[in-house]
């Protein structure tokens, strides 16, 4: 079946701009998270969320950064007056259900962003 | 917070057995380990899990001593497309948000 869609793929923006991204979870998954990787670092934990319950945000970096999840289903990830620094490919995962006993993370290929 | 903490990077050849630990002091009661395999413009994709002792499926082992501080990820018999970053997360358990992963490890398989 389909995995993780997230588009776009690429978006390079100028210094100031907002800019949206957008991930398609598995259908049916009830889990959905935000990842930054910066070139050749690891994974940074940006927000989550899991039904209808409020999301836990703890790992957004500022207040720039936003995130929705409508229906349950499609999540939109914001970033208002990019910075150079928020040069990242961010990266959305899913899984089906809270406890992630064989439930794992199922991830996307990213947005490549580049900030001008 | 369960956080997690491996090696940087390991070289190895092809045909070779490639052993990764991942340490993880203070892993809770109910924490599962994960592993995750992550090639170059893709996201990380599923290897392995469990909570205690040995677990194999077709692609890798996954040891846990009795203490669960630490795992070891076994590949055996890599290849030059093994060649990627593993990552181990510790989690699972209570509260799902905030899984954090590690800095994870660069595999490079030589000829």
């Known amino acids: 079946g389909a995995g993780v869609s997230q588009s776009p793929s690429n978006k390079v923006t100028e210094k100031g701009k907002d800019v949206e991204l957008r991930c398609d979870p598995i259908?049916?998954?009830?889990?959905l998270y935000w990842y930054r990787q910066s070139l050749g670092q690891g994974l940074e934990f940006l927000i989550y969320?899991?039904?209808?319950?409020?999301?836990?945000k703890s790992g957004l970096p500022s207040d720039r950064f936003s995130a929705e999840r409508t229906g349950g289903s499609v999540s939109t990830l914001t970033i208002q007056r990019t910075q150079q620094e928020d040069s990242a490919v961010y990266l959305c995962?899913?899984?089906?259900?809270?406890?992630?006993?064989?439930?794992?993370?199922?991830f996307g290929n990213g947005t490549r962003l580049t900030v001008t | 917070l369960a956080k997690t903490t491996q090696p940087i990077s390991m070289d190895s050849y092809e045909g070779q057995e490639v052993n990764i630990t991942c340490s993880h002091n203070?892993?809770?009661?109910?924490?599962?380990i994960t592993w995750y395999q992550q090639f170059p413009s893709q996201g990380p994709r599923f290897i392995i899990q469990g909570y205690k002792t040995k677990v194999t499926n077709e692609v890798a082992s996954l040891f846990i001593p009795a203490d669960r501080k630490s795992s070891t990820l076994s590949l055996p018999r890599v290849s030059l497309s093994d060649t990627a970053v593993y990552y181990c997360l510790v989690g699972g358990s209570g509260s799902q948000g905030n899984l954090i992963f590690g800095k994870g490890t660069k595999l490079s398989v030589k000829p």
């Open positions: 259908s049916g998954h009830t889990a």
């Open positions: 995962a899913s899984s089906p259900r809270q406890i992630l006993y064989n439930s794992p993370l199922h």
């Open positions: 969320f899991q039904g209808n319950s409020a999301p836990d």
């Open positions: 203070n892993i809770a009661t109910n924490d599962y």
